[in-house]
């Protein structure tokens, strides 16, 4: 199997993707790096989104079932993802700031006019510069209208290595769409209210519920960064530590940004989600987290 090989980084506030063996640089501010042209080979490849955010993540060293998921609120951390080429999943990444935003450029991603669509996994960046909501709305506003999960959260900033869209300091979204029919998920919001382990533990199990198999599953979590210990009376690690009682085999992956994007919604087979208004995806001070099952 050919593999799709992505590198999240953290070094200087930088919460990167990368393609595993890239050359590695060092940037003095948080950045996101788009996807970028390798040729038509390692395009086949690879999948390269490069995404900035706090220097706060969650993870499970090594992405092994038998070890407890970590949030990592101090210091410097990173993960990889290494997802194979499989029969029937389609992985998209994209890339949007203002210029190239577009009808035909949602549809070439797979967000628009695709039926198979299930999973988006969507990151803005500079979400506090003028007109960057109306931008990101103007993303959302097919998805929330879609049957497919969106999860995600907000970022500082963008670096890219083209020149076609918006340079440096301009607000943007970059992400990944997973396509396929045997492709499920479910995501639940912790909203302001879940502030103890037992208030968690009630919002995580909502995402049990949704009966989402464990094999070939990925957990993500998408925290604002006051949350952590800062948001459980200086206990750490709640909410990791939540997922996995309720998921003892999921490995779990995210980061503390600065704002999230998801709802309560659950996409399988044989269930069709309602339409959800844009504003009812966006929160802050709330932490989404998400079952991903590839089939």
Same mark, same amino acid.
């Given at each position: 199997m050919r593999p799709h090989s992505v590198e999240i980084? +953290?070094? /200087? $506030?930088? @919460?990167? *993707?990368?393609?595993?063996?890239?050359?590695?640089?060092?940037? $003095? !501010?948080?950045?996101?790096?788009s996807p970028c042209s390798t040729g038509p080979a390692n395009e086949r490849l690879l999948r390269t989104v490069l995404i900035s955010g706090e220097e706060e993540i969650a993870m499970t060293p090594g992405g092994? /079932?038998?070890?407890?998921?970590?949030?990592?609120q101090e210091g410097e951390a990173g993960f990889a993802l290494m997802f194979p080429s499989m029969d029937g999943v389609t992985m998209r990444p994209f890339h949007f700031c203002k210029q190239s935003l577009s009808q035909? !450029?949602?549809e070439e991603a797979g967000l628009v006019g695709n039926p198979d669509l299930r999973v988006v996994l969507l990151f803005g960046y500079e979400a506090f510069?003028?007109?960057?909501?109306?931008?990101?709305? $103007?993303?959302?506003e097919p998805l929330a209208q879609s049957n497919a999960l969106v999860a995600g959260g907000h970022v500082e900033n963008v670096f890219t290595h083209t020149r076609e869209c918006c340079g440096r300091g301009s607000y943007g979204v970059v992400g990944? !769409?997973?396509?396929?029919?045997?492709?499920?998920?479910?995501?639940?919001? @912790?909203?302001?209210?879940?502030?103890?382990?037992? /208030?968690a533990e009630v919002a995580v199990q909502?995402?049990?519920?949704?009966? +989402?198999?464990?094999?070939?599953?990925?957990?993500?979590?998408?925290?604002?960064?006051?949350?952590?210990?800062?948001?459980?009376?200086?206990?750490?690690?709640?909410?990791?530590?939540?997922?996995?009682?309720?998921?003892?085999?999921?490995? @779990? *992956?995210?980061?503390?940004?600065?704002g999230e994007i998801g709802c309560d919604r659950i996409i399988t087979g044989n269930y069709t989600l309602t339409e959800t208004d844009t504003g009812s995806l966006q929160h802050g001070y709330t932490t989404v987290m998400t079952l991903v099952h590839l089939g």
């Open positions: 980084e +953290i070094r /200087s $506030k930088t @919460l990167a *993707f990368r393609p595993v063996g890239a050359k590695r640089r060092v940037h $003095k !501010a948080a950045s996101i790096t092994c /079932s038998s070890s407890p998921p970590q949030e990592h035909a !450029a949602l510069k003028s007109g960057a909501a109306r931008f990101l709305n $103007k993303v959302l990944l !769409a997973l396509s396929g029919s045997q492709i499920q998920g479910a995501s639940v919001l @912790l909203d302001q209210d879940v502030s103890s382990e037992k /208030s909502r995402l049990k519920a949704a009966n +989402i198999p464990e094999r070939n599953t990925l957990g993500f979590m998408f925290a604002c960064v006051g949350r952590g210990h800062n948001y459980y009376s200086g206990k750490r690690n709640v909410e990791a530590d939540t997922f996995r009682k309720v998921f003892p085999n999921t490995p @779990l *992956f995210g980061f503390f940004g600065n």
